[in-house]
């Protein structure tokens, strides 16, 4: 376990009304940094400040109660420190989802990328209105030897900040204690899954369910699946051009796991925006997990 953290995510933060010149009351207040004096956000009268050590404090509080001794934690701070993801790995639960023991399905494999899984859970926090507190679980994978990393989450528990009462995180110890095992050890049972599924039914779901990711990305997506099926597509003739998937022709037989990988791969090489990839993560993993 690391003894330090940095990026320093825990300073007290201040709260003060703001007035007009003529003193009258705006029911806004302003939150900044008692270190350094930096804004952080105007927030309303009704906002509930959660401090960002409360909610890593309660997290590492459940993971203890889980007995998971052996972890490593990231740190990323944002906008001066008003937003916190507070990440923890668990390498001992570390596992490959491929079915022979050696290498996955993954392409990414046959490059020297582990195919490894390493369950997840992020503790998230802001003091700008940019998100509520809660916590993200899943699992994450290095994707490619650049260090991407494609995070599938399965679970996640969401605290607003409103209200005038504390809030009470042991209201959410069961349901927090819950996740992680099933992070732990029941996201496990998904990718094996997966990796014994045909992959020709969630292809279909794809094509059907998310015209965006299929259209968009025609071209990686054809690359990536030439070898298994040729995908059939409706062109607009006005525009002369490609309009949206039809259809598919199998040529090969392929697992649901290699089409997951496969999807996430264009999301983390050809999806340029880094705001743009969680939302097609998060659309991937509607369709494949359970």
């Not at 990026?7 to 007290?12: G, L, M, Y």
């Not at 003060?16 to 705006?26: C, I, M």
């Not at 990231?74 to 937003?83: E, I």
């Not at 596992?95 to 020297?112: E, L």
Request: hydrophobic share 35%; proline share 4%; charged share 30%.
């Amino acid at each position: 376990m690391e003894k330090s953290i940095k990026p320093k995510p825990f300073f007290s933060v201040r709260r003060e009304r703001l007035h007009r010149k003529n003193v009258a009351d705006t029911r806004y207040d302003s939150l900044y940094r008692a270190d350094n004096g930096v804004q952080l956000s105007v927030v309303s009268e009704r906002y509930k400040l959660i401090p960002h050590r409360e909610v890593v404090d309660f997290l590492h509080k459940v993971v203890d109660a889980a007995g998971l001794e052996n972890w490593k934690r990231r740190v990323f701070l944002a906008n001066d420190g008003a937003k916190l993801f507070y990440e923890l790995r668990f390498p001992d639960h570390k596992f490959d989802p491929s079915t022979n023991g050696g290498k996955g399905t993954a392409k990414d494999s046959k490059r020297k990328v582990g195919d490894f899984f390493e369950p997840t859970v992020t503790g998230i926090n802001s003091y700008d209105g940019t998100s509520p507190a809660g916590f993200d679980y899943g699992a994450q994978r290095l994707v490619c030897l650049n260090g991407a990393k494609v995070f599938t989450k399965i679970h996640e528990i969401k605290i607003r900040h409103i209200g005038k009462e504390k809030v009470n995180f042991e209201d959410y110890a069961v349901p927090m204690l819950e996740n992680i095992e099933r992070t732990v050890e029941g996201i496990k049972v998904n990718y094996k899954r997966l990796n014994q599924e045909a992959g020709n039914p969630y292809l279909e779901l794809v094509l059907i369910e998310q015209e965006i990711l299929a259209y968009k990305y025609q071209k990686e997506l054809e690359q990536q699946l030439s070898e298994y099926v040729s995908i059939e597509w409706e062109k607009d003739e006005e525009k002369s051009r490609v309009y949206k998937p039809i259809g598919f022709t199998a040529k090969k037989d392929f697992s649901a796991y290699l089409l997951w990988c496969m999807l996430t791969s264009i999301a983390t090489h050809s999806v340029k925006s880094v705001v743009a990839r969680q939302p097609m993560n998060a659309l991937i993993a509607k369709s494949f997990m359970k």
